[in-house]
């Protein structure tokens, strides 16, 4: 018995030393992106997302199925970011969110932002790609998604600490209200409103330009 516990008790040690925490940064450099886009994970590892600008999001789908959130999807809710839009992957993520998800198992995970149409935009990734040419083939398919949807019922599937959620994005975000294209925007977004968000040509003026929000939709901007 004594011999069994302490087998027992190096496996559970080795087990924690193994496990690793992979970091995702959302929108580096104020861009359409997660970086990196690909990861590899082991169960019982942990997928930090850290969101340094705007109002993304982070959901699940299958890989047939990109912008359409699987069932029990993973999601991590809006995270409208204040200050400086030109953040870069060093910003301490003291002082934005972290979405923390624990990885179960070695299967893949097709991770995309439901804002907007970022996802067909190219806001996409995979956790554990089955094949080197996984996220391409991803990508691809996102390209051609006819609508962007959010999972209902609010987070899931992890954790984020300073969680800024719920906050008006168009206190925290300015003109850009999420969008880092410049262009106009509509999307079907979570909640009441169909959300319509406009950067002018002086996106990078104190406050930018007046994000306008009215109609049906599901994603906040």
Not at 138 to 158: D, F, I, T
Request: glycine content about 10%; aromatic content about 6%.
């Amino acid at each position: 018995m004594l011999f069994s516990n302490i087998v027992y008790t190096a496996l559970a040690q080795s087990m924690t030393v193994s496990a690793a925490t992979m970091m995702v940064t959302v929108a580096a450099n104020n861009k359409f992106q997660f970086t990196p886009n690909s990861v590899t994970a082991q169960p019982g590892d942990m997928v930090a997302f850290n969101f340094v600008a705007q109002n993304h999001s982070v959901a699940s789908s299958t890989a047939n199925k990109p912008c359409q959130p699987e069932q029990n999807a993973v999601f991590s809710d809006f995270q409208p970011i204040p200050g400086n839009p030109n953040a870069s992957p060093n910003v301490n993520a003291a002082n934005t969110p972290m979405f923390m998800v624990p990885i179960t198992d070695a299967q893949p995970m097709y991770i995309y932002c439901s804002q907007a149409q970022h996802c067909q935009q190219g806001m996409v990734m995979v956790i554990n790609p089955p094949s080197a040419n996984a996220v391409s083939q991803y990508a691809n398919k996102a390209a051609q998604a006819n609508n962007n949807v959010s999972p209902r019922g609010g987070m899931s599937g992890g954790s984020v600490t300073n969680n800024k959620a719920g906050t008006n994005p168009r206190n925290v975000l300015g003109g850009n209200a999420g969008d880092a294209a410049g262009t106009q925007t509509t999307a079907k977004g979570k909640g009441k409103g169909k959300a319509k968000a406009k950067a002018g040509a002086n996106a990078g003026a104190a406050a930018g330009v007046a994000a306008l929000l009215g109609g049906k939709g599901k994603n906040k901007h």
